[in-house]
């Protein structure tokens, strides 16, 4: 079946850039989302990218595809003390179907 | 525009009694799903309604769950009997539904404690 990884932790300092990686397995995938989770709250959409997009920039966020590898990564640039969160990548084969969700990474942002 | 909006946010239960679970989508979108979050995952569809119908329920545990979307806009999730392996959180989301609109938007979540 479908599979989505990530990595559980990263740790960076403020103000650097954090990278958080995904990979998943589903060749038909058609668009690939970032969401965001803090301690007991919802999911919040960060940003998402099309298959057929190889960079997307949004601000401080930065989103790459690699489709041959079906690697993605979010990079968050001069990271701050309010992105510390879990950081969830998830593939959907399009046409409002479900949602592949990775296990999600734990981002620590230290001062 | 609000979000999505789920209530309760949390419950606390014995097991074997039921438990019910309310979702308002956002305004508009016909799309509505129920996710399950167990502790350290990433959520896990339950069902999918287009408007008013189910059209993927696969992962529904149908012995003991059901799910309705009466009218095509509120939906409720209940559990009768609950398990102590059902303590998790169970997440709502939106979407339009429609081609290249199909970004899904979640509530907060109601957090379910099973004893």
């Known amino acids: 079946g479908e599979d989505v990884e990530q990595s559980l932790f990263l740790s960076v300092r403020e103000g650097d850039s954090s990278v958080i990686n995904c990979t998943y397995t589903?060749?038909?995938?058609?668009?690939l989302y970032w969401y965001k989770q803090e301690p007991g709250a919802g999911l919040q959409l960060l940003t998402y990218?099309?298959?057929?997009?190889d960079m997307k920039q949004d601000q401080r966020l930065t989103v790459l595809l690699n489709k041959k590898d079906k690697h993605l990564s979010l990079r968050i640039a001069d990271t701050q003390t309010g992105d510390s969160a879990i950081y969830f990548c998830a593939d959907s084969p399009g046409s409002a179907r479900q949602l592949t969700f990775g296990s999600g990474t734990q981002l620590t942002v230290l001062p | 525009e609000a979000g999505v909006v789920q209530s309760p946010r949390y419950k606390i239960i014995e097991k074997k009694q039921p438990v019910a679970f309310w979702c308002n989508p956002i305004?508009?979108?016909?799309?509505l799903y129920w996710y399950r979050q167990n502790l350290g995952q990433g959520p896990e569809l339950l069902i999918r309604y287009e408007n008013e119908e189910a059209v993927d329920d696969s992962q529904l545990p149908k012995d003991r769950f059901s799910a309705e979307r009466l009218k095509g806009v509120d939906s409720t999730l209940k559990i009768q009997p609950a398990e102590l392996g059902d303590s998790a959180v169970y997440l709502c989301?939106?979407?339009?539904?429609?081609?290249?609109?199909?970004?899904?938007?979640f509530g907060p979540g109601t957090r379910l404690l099973v004893l």
């Open positions: 589903d060749s038909s995938s058609t668009y």
């Open positions: 989301a939106s979407s339009k539904g429609q081609p290249g609109q199909e970004t899904q938007y």
């Open positions: 305004s508009g979108h016909n799309t």
């Open positions: 990218i099309f298959s057929n997009m």
